[in-house]
C-alpha cells in the first residue's frame, strides 16, 4: 500500500499537467522515434532503436509513479488549520537572532519545496522546529551549521 500524500492545490493541479504533458507530448514523440528507428532496418544493431525503447520504458515508469502519486494525493484544506499557531501552508515572518537577519518562509508539503521562492518542506528542520509557534516565540533548532535561534515575527497564510 502507497502512503498518502499531500498537496496544495496547486501543486496537485502542476502535477496533473505534467502527467497530461508526459502522456500527449512526450507519449507520442518517443512513439514516432521508434517508428523512425524502426524503419532503419536491421533493429539488432540499431542503436537509435535501442535509446529510444529505453527513453519509453523511462517515461512509462515515470508516467506509473505520476499516476500512483495523484492516486494517493489529498488536498490540504486550509479552513481546518490553526491559523494561530505554525503549521503546514503558514507563511512565517522570522528573525534568526544570532544574525538578525528576517527571512519570510512558507512552509509546503515535501514535494512542493522551493526555497528560490520561500517555500520550505514542512519535514526541514526549519520547519519542523516552528510547528506550533505562535507569534512572539522563540524557537532553538539545530540545523547542519549548528544550533540557531529564531523569533517568530509573524504567522499567517
Known amino acids: 500500500m502507497n502512503e498518502i500524500k499531500y498537496f496544495t492545490q496547486e501543486g496537485l493541479d502542476k502535477l496533473k499537467q505534467e502527467l497530461e504533458h508526459l502522456k500527449s507530448v512526450e507519449r507520442p514523440a518517443i512513439s514516432q522515434q ?15 532503436y ?45 528573525k534568526n537572532l544570532n544574525n538578525n537577519a528576517t527571512m519570510i518562509y512558507t512552509l509546503v ?26 507569534t512572539g516565540e522563540k524557537a532553538e533548532i539545530q540545523v547542519p551549521a549548528g544550533l540557531m535561534t529564531f523569533e517568530v515575527l509573524e504567522v499567517s497564510r
Not at 521508434?34 to 537509435?48: H, W
Not at 495523484?70 to 491559523?83: G, K
Not at 514535494?111 to 518542506?121: C, H, L, V
Open 109 to 134: 508539503p515535501e514535494n512542493e519545496a522551493d526555497i528560490k521562492s520561500g517555500k520550505i518542506s514542512v519535514n526541514s528542520p526549519i520547519a519542523k522546529g516552528l510547528l506550533g509557534k505562535k
Open 50 to 94: 535501442d535509446a529510444a525503447k529505453n527513453a519509453q520504458g523511462m517515461l512509462e515508469l515515470k508516467i506509473s509513479k505520476l499516476e500512483d502519486t495523484l492516486s494517493n494525493a489529498r488536498v490540504i484544506d486550509e479552513s481546518q488549520l490553526d491559523i494561530d499557531k505554525v503549521s503546514i501552508l503558514s507563511k512565517v515572518k522570522l
Open 34 to 48: 521508434i517508428a523512425d528507428a524502426r524503419e532503419k532496418g536491421d533493429l539488432s544493431e540499431n542503436a537509435e
